[in-house]
């Protein structure tokens, strides 16, 4: 089946630990997106890549890096320098033809204790 | 002030009801608009996107009114699985900008 994927659905990190969420997706699409989403707020923008081997930073970058080495793939690190890790990390991507549309993966919520 | 404005609710309401959502958005820039539901803990997925003439798809209708810089979401007969949380988002210059969101609770 075409989807994205994320994994792992629930994740437990120490303070001070840096931790990657992975996002796969087999919808050969170009662009790819992270969001956060904390409780009663609107999912915010972190990072996104048009293509691969390029990404730009959203709104709230900080504390956070990504990579895109491949079209399938788009992992993102939380970095110890993240002052409030613990949300729910939502992947997406969209078509050239279609950019407006995105297609969510089912999201990582990561606790940072 | 948030870029997408909605009121967090929730509504409660009667199966079989008519619920409106209204959402308000701050750059006359936004290009683009559209309603995407949420489950509980589960990821956003598109409901509808929303044209100036208005737009229908079965029980939902979606109005935009780009002078005052609203939008909103008509959801008739309500149904028990309607109950979830509805987000405004606006294409601002290629990035979907979301709002908080409005919880709606169907009863039976």
């Known amino acids: 089946d075409g989807g994205i994927t994320q994994s792992p659905k629930y994740l437990f990190r120490k303070e001070g630990q840096n931790v990657t969420l992975s996002c796969e997706q087999n919808?050969?699409?170009?662009?790819m997106y992270w969001y956060r989403q904390d409780p009663g707020q609107g999912l915010r923008l972190i990072y996104y890549s048009q293509i691969v081997n390029d990404f730009q930073k959203g709104d709230i970058a900080e504390g956070y890096s990504v990579s895109r080495e491949k079209k399938e793939s788009f992992p993102l690190t939380v970095t110890s320098a993240q002052k409030n890790p613990t949300a729910f990390y939502l992947c997406?991507?969209?078509?050239?033809?279609?950019?407006?549309?995105?297609?969510f993966g089912p999201g990582t919520r990561l606790t940072v204790l | 002030r948030k870029e997408v404005e909605q009121d967090p609710g929730p509504f409660n309401v009667p199966e079989g009801a008519t619920v409106a959502f209204n959402c308000t958005y701050s750059?006359?820039?936004?290009?683009?608009f559209f309603w995407y539901r949420q489950d509980c803990r589960k990821e956003p997925k598109l409901l509808m996107s929303?044209?100036?003439s208005g737009n229908e798809d079965g029980r939902f209708t979606a109005q935009l009114n780009r002078a005052s810089q609203y939008i909103s979401l008509l959801i008739r007969d309500s149904k028990l699985s309607d109950s979830a949380t509805y987000l405004c988002v606006v294409n601002r210059a290629g990035k979907l900008i979301f709002g908080q969101g409005t919880t709606l609770q169907v009863k039976p």
């Open positions: 750059n006359s820039a936004s290009q683009s």
């Open positions: 997406a991507s969209s078509s050239q033809r279609g950019p407006d549309t995105q297609y």
């Open positions: 919808l050969n699409h170009d662009a």
């Open positions: 929303v044209y100036s």
